[in-house]
């Protein structure tokens, strides 16, 4: 059983700095893509960044500003988001894929101007 856990997200003003947190269980985290979506009330999930082995890719409303990395022997991801702006609030999913997608519960991230 595949279980993903965020953590990290908060009220934040802009130009400051948070850093998330998805600890996965269920062994398969190190085979896996893993990645963060964000969601806003209304809209679609927007992917913000991914990874496997390779190269991160990133959103171009990010780039720059956004770091994910990942540590496979805690079985943990992370995003690193520094200045962040008002449109960057939203709530943020982790998700791996192996088999299948699977999905963390959000953490809400508010950035206030």
């Known amino acids: 059983q595949v279980q993903l856990v965020e953590s990290g997200g908060g009220l934040v003003q802009a130009g400051g700095s948070l850093r998330l947190s998805c600890a996965a269980s269920g062994g398969i985290f190190s085979r896996s893509l893993v990645g963060w979506y964000r969601q806003t009330p209304g809209n679609q999930r927007e992917l913000v960044a991914r990874m496997s082995s390779g190269t991160p890719m990133y959103a171009d409303s990010v780039k720059g500003r956004f770091t994910i990395s990942r540590e496979n022997d805690k079985n943990t991801l992370y995003l690193q988001m520094n200045s962040l702006k008002p449109e960057d609030t939203a709530v943020y999913f982790c998700?791996?894929?192996?088999?299948?997608?699977?999905w963390g519960q959000g953490t809400q991230v508010t950035v206030s101007s």
């Open positions: 998700y791996l894929q192996y088999t299948r997608v699977y």
